[in-house]
């Protein structure tokens, strides 16, 4: 046998194997995909990532942290900065992106071929030590064959959970700055209460002692007394919901240890002059909103699934084997020995299986993505709708509050005291024009509450990452306020 065919025939399936495109470096970069959602949240929200691989980086984070909240008064940006570098939960979702770049990367590769040795009629003794000799080489050339789109795949799923990563941190971001927001309204109702608690405390010793000299009724007794350990339960409720708001809050931080010690401010900051507004917010969600874009990516995944099935809808395993065959044989009394070259090719038969059922599996995947791409269209055109009529509604509501109701109830007590100093009025009359006007102070610092939550909400349905998508962070806003805290 002519022994110059041999290195081709042995070298066919190294040959096809090796007929790979170079692995791009943004797959295999250590930080694989992380400066896309590092850049992405820095435009949506301002804020600086982190992704800690390394004991000496996850050091340096928790040495920053520590810097920023240790027995420190905690702003809502502070707060969710906090959050985006501590967050495990979130670091872990940036993991995520890190495998799927590893996938992209191993598509991107050929399969390895496999190489079999074969020792046929050992010990024989009159050939020597073995009768036949066998080796062979073999590769799947579907896997050359195919290899583009499976790339083109896992590209597309490696951009989808760059997308998903930064909707994770947006999501991450609204839920730190709204649980900052009720921490800080919860500990705000606490010193309300503890003015209602001290003026129904004074109302009901007065009581006590009108009712021992016999000026006030038992009913009028009791309904004083009432309304004090009514009050006092509310603020023991009111202390309880504050001590949650910020435990929630210390959890999306991911403090724990000697770090929980920081503080909340006593009260949200004062209502803007003016709410403002967002113009053509439905064309600003539709080009930003993440979770729209990983439904396009879905769609795109989709159409490169479908023309794999398509290209591997008769034959769905290729496989070419090529090797040599090392004989011995007796002639004469003398050992010869020959060499015979074998090339041989596997499939599978589509007998059963023609691959129509996976070609309309991957058709109805197809219509299916597309209609979830629509759906979602729809949806995030309704809810920047939604938002910002919910945010410029909770504007008008908390300015009313600030402007009409809290002004009349000041007038009130104002001229209630006038009226006592004055003997025209008695003292239950005085303490009940108190009551009322802290009454509306406490509803105006929920419709205050409302408001901030409402433009977090906005932004989110801008950018993504809300309730409905996962919730979104309202980082437009500054929130600041001054105050001890808690």
């Given at each position: 046998?002519?022994l110059?065919?041999?290195?081709?025939?042995?070298?066919?399936?190294?040959?096809?194997?090796a007929?790979?495109?170079?692995?791009?470096?943004?797959?295999t970069d250590?930080?694989?995909?992380?400066?896309?959602?590092?850049?992405?949240?820095?435009?949506?929200?301002?804020?600086?990532?982190?992704?800690?691989?390394?004991?000496?980086?996850?050091?340096?984070?928790?040495?920053?942290v520590r810097?920023?909240?240790?027995?420190?008064?905690v702003s809502?940006?502070?707060?969710?900065?906090?959050?985006?570098?501590?967050?495990?939960g979130?670091?872990?979702?940036?993991?995520s992106?890190?495998?799927?770049?590893?996938?992209?990367?191993q598509?991107s590769?050929?399969?390895?071929?496999v190489?079999?040795v074969?020792?046929?009629?050992?010990?024989?003794a009159e050939?020597?030590?073995?009768?036949?000799?066998?080796?062979?080489?073999?590769?799947?050339?579907?896997?050359?064959?195919?290899?583009?789109?499976?790339?083109?795949?896992?590209?597309v799923?490696f951009r989808?959970?760059?997308?998903?990563?930064?909707?994770?941190t947006?999501?991450?971001?609204?839920?730190?700055?709204?649980?900052?927001?009720n921490?800080?309204?919860a500990?705000?109702t606490?010193s309300?209460?503890?003015?209602?608690?001290?003026t129904?405390?004074?109302?009901?010793?007065?009581?006590?002692?009108?009712?021992e000299?016999?000026?006030?009724?038992?009913?009028?007794?009791?309904?004083e007394?009432?309304?004090?350990?009514?009050l006092s339960?509310q603020l023991a409720?009111?202390r309880?919901n504050?001590?949650?708001?910020?435990?929630?809050?210390?959890?999306?931080?991911?403090?724990?240890g000697?770090?929980?010690d920081?503080?909340?401010?006593?009260?949200?900051?004062?209502?803007p002059?003016?709410?403002?507004?967002?113009?053509?917010?439905?064309?600003?969600?539709l080009?930003?909103?993440?979770?729209?874009?990983?439904?396009k990516?879905?769609?795109?995944?989709?159409?490169?699934?479908f023309?794999?099935?398509?290209?591997?809808r008769?034959?769905?395993?290729?496989?070419?084997i090529?090797?040599?065959?090392?004989?011995?044989?007796?002639?004469?009394?003398?050992?010869?020995?020959?060499?015979t070259?074998?090339?041989?090719?596997?499939?599978v038969?589509?007998?059963?299986?023609?691959?129509?059922?996976?070609m309309?599996k991957?058709?109805?995947?197809?219509?299916q993505?597309?209609?979830?791409l629509?759906e979602?269209?729809?949806?995030?055109r309704s809810?920047?709708?939604?938002?910002q009529a919910?945010?410029?509604s909770?504007?008008?509501?908390?300015?009313?509050?600030?402007?009409v109701v809290?002004?009349?109830r000041?007038?009130?007590e104002?001229?209630?005291l006038?009226s006592?100093?004055g003997?025209?009025?008695?003292t239950?009359?005085?303490?009940t024009?108190?009551r009322?006007?802290?009454?509306?102070e406490?509803?105006?610092?929920?419709?205050?509450?409302?408001f901030?939550?409402?433009?977090?909400?906005?932004t989110?349905a801008?950018?993504?990452?809300?309730?409905?998508?996962?919730?979104?962070?309202g980082?437009?806003?500054?929130l600041?306020?001054?105050?001890?805290g808690?």
């Open positions: 046998m002519p110059p065919k041999l290195p081709f025939i042995l070298g066919l399936p190294l040959v096809i194997s007929c790979a495109t170079e692995i791009p470096q943004i797959y250590a930080k694989a995909g992380f400066s896309v959602v590092s850049g992405q949240t820095s435009t949506a929200i301002g804020k600086k990532t982190a992704f800690a691989q390394t004991q000496g980086e996850n050091a340096a984070l928790e040495k920053q810097a920023m909240v240790y027995r420190k008064t809502a940006d502070t707060a969710v900065q906090v959050a985006l570098l501590n967050n495990k979130l670091q872990a979702s940036y993991a992106v890190g495998l799927s770049a590893v996938e992209a990367w598509q590769m050929p399969e390895n071929p190489v079999s074969g020792i046929l009629g050992i010990g024989a050939l020597g030590l073995y009768r036949a000799l066998e080796g062979m080489i073999a590769t799947n050339i579907l896997d050359a064959t195919t290899r583009k789109q499976r790339v083109a795949l896992a590209d799923n989808a959970a760059q997308l998903s990563a930064v909707n994770d947006l999501t991450l971001a609204n839920e730190t700055r709204q649980a900052w927001i921490a800080v309204a500990f705000e606490v309300y209460l503890k003015r209602a608690t001290a129904s405390d004074a109302g009901s010793e007065l009581a006590r002692k009108l009712g000299t016999g000026a006030l009724n038992k009913a009028n007794q009791a309904r007394q009432a309304f004090h350990a009514e339960g409720q009111a309880m504050a001590t949650s708001a910020k435990e929630e809050l210390t959890r999306l931080m991911g403090l724990w000697s770090d929980v920081y503080y909340v401010p006593d009260s949200l900051p004062s209502l002059k003016s709410a403002g507004g967002v113009g053509n917010i439905e064309a600003k969600a080009r930003n909103r993440l979770d729209l874009r990983v439904a990516l879905g769609l795109e995944a989709q159409a490169a699934a023309g794999l099935t398509d290209q591997t008769l034959v769905s395993d290729l496989e070419i090529a090797g040599l065959e090392s004989e011995r044989e007796v002639e004469d009394g003398e050992i010869e020995t020959g060499i070259p074998q090339v041989e090719v596997e499939f038969i589509p007998i059963y299986d023609t691959g129509k059922a996976r309309r991957a058709e109805l995947a197809y219509l993505a597309a209609n979830v629509a979602k269209a729809v949806n995030v809810e920047a709708r939604g938002a919910s945010y410029l909770s504007y008008r509501i908390a300015r009313h509050y600030r402007d809290l002004p009349l000041r007038t009130v104002d001229e209630g006038l006592y100093n003997m025209i009025t008695n239950f009359e005085l303490l024009d108190v009322e006007k802290l009454n509306a406490l509803e105006s610092a929920s419709a205050k509450r409302e901030y939550v409402a433009q977090a909400n906005m989110a801008i950018y993504g990452g809300g309730a409905s998508s996962g919730s979104a962070g980082e437009g806003a500054t600041a306020a001054g105050g001890a808690h």
